[in-house]
Protein backbone atom coordinates (compact mmCIF):
# COMPACT_ATOMS: atom_id res chain seq x y z
CA UNK A 1 0.00 0.00 0.00
CA UNK A 2 2.60 2.20 1.04
CA UNK A 3 5.01 1.50 -2.16
CA UNK A 4 1.52 2.40 -4.20
CA UNK A 5 1.25 5.73 -2.66
CA UNK A 6 4.56 6.61 -2.81
CA UNK A 7 4.29 5.88 -6.34
CA UNK A 8 1.38 7.85 -7.01
CA UNK A 9 2.92 11.01 -5.50
CA UNK A 10 6.01 10.39 -7.45
CA UNK A 11 3.81 11.11 -10.66
CA UNK A 12 2.41 13.98 -9.22
CA UNK A 13 5.38 16.01 -8.59
CA UNK A 14 6.68 14.74 -12.26
CA UNK A 15 3.12 16.28 -13.39
CA UNK A 16 3.80 19.38 -11.79
CA UNK A 17 7.56 19.77 -13.27
CA UNK A 18 5.93 18.74 -16.72
CA UNK A 19 3.91 21.65 -16.18
CA UNK A 20 5.91 24.10 -15.95
CA UNK A 21 8.08 22.82 -18.53
CA UNK A 22 4.78 22.41 -20.59
CA UNK A 23 4.12 26.62 -19.70
CA UNK A 24 7.16 27.91 -20.65
CA UNK A 25 7.05 26.55 -24.05
CA UNK A 26 3.76 28.44 -24.63
CA UNK A 27 5.28 31.36 -23.47
CA UNK A 28 7.63 31.04 -26.09
CA UNK A 29 5.22 30.13 -28.91
CA UNK A 30 1.32 30.48 -27.82
CA UNK A 31 1.07 26.43 -28.47
CA UNK A 32 2.26 23.24 -27.87
CA UNK A 33 1.39 19.81 -29.75
CA UNK A 34 0.10 17.25 -27.60
CA UNK A 35 2.97 14.76 -28.99
CA UNK A 36 5.43 17.37 -27.41
CA UNK A 37 3.20 17.45 -24.15
CA UNK A 38 3.51 13.54 -24.41
CA UNK A 39 7.59 14.04 -24.88
CA UNK A 40 7.74 16.30 -22.16
CA UNK A 41 6.09 13.79 -19.41
CA UNK A 42 8.21 10.62 -20.99
CA UNK A 43 4.81 8.82 -22.23
CA UNK A 44 3.78 7.86 -19.03
CA UNK A 45 0.20 7.77 -19.26
CA UNK A 46 -0.31 9.35 -15.75
CA UNK A 47 1.85 12.08 -15.78
CA UNK A 48 0.34 13.20 -18.90
CA UNK A 49 -3.15 12.87 -17.85
CA UNK A 50 -2.36 15.16 -14.74
CA UNK A 51 0.03 17.62 -16.49
CA UNK A 52 -3.16 18.23 -18.55
CA UNK A 53 -5.30 18.31 -15.76
CA UNK A 54 -2.96 20.72 -13.89
CA UNK A 55 -3.14 22.89 -17.21
CA UNK A 56 -6.93 23.27 -17.46
CA UNK A 57 -6.64 27.22 -16.31
CA UNK A 58 -6.37 29.53 -18.25
CA UNK A 59 -5.22 26.99 -21.28
CA UNK A 60 -7.39 25.44 -24.52
CA UNK A 61 -6.75 21.70 -24.29
CA UNK A 62 -7.61 19.82 -27.60
CA UNK A 63 -9.58 16.57 -27.93
CA UNK A 64 -8.73 13.68 -30.38
CA UNK A 65 -9.39 15.67 -33.48
CA UNK A 66 -7.01 18.54 -32.62
CA UNK A 67 -4.53 17.59 -30.91
CA UNK A 68 -2.55 21.28 -28.88
CA UNK A 69 -2.59 22.70 -25.85
CA UNK A 70 -2.31 26.80 -26.47
CA UNK A 71 -3.67 29.72 -24.70
CA UNK A 72 -6.72 31.26 -24.54
Same mark, same amino acid.
Given at each position: ?L @????? =??? &????? !? /? &? $?VI #?R !? +????G??? &? &?? $? #?? =??????????K?T? /?Y? =??????S +?N @?????KN @?
Open positions: M @TRMAR =QWS &SVEEA !R /K &S $R #V !R +NLKHGEI &S &SK $R #VL =QVTDYDELVYLL /KL =QKGYDI +N @TIPHV @T
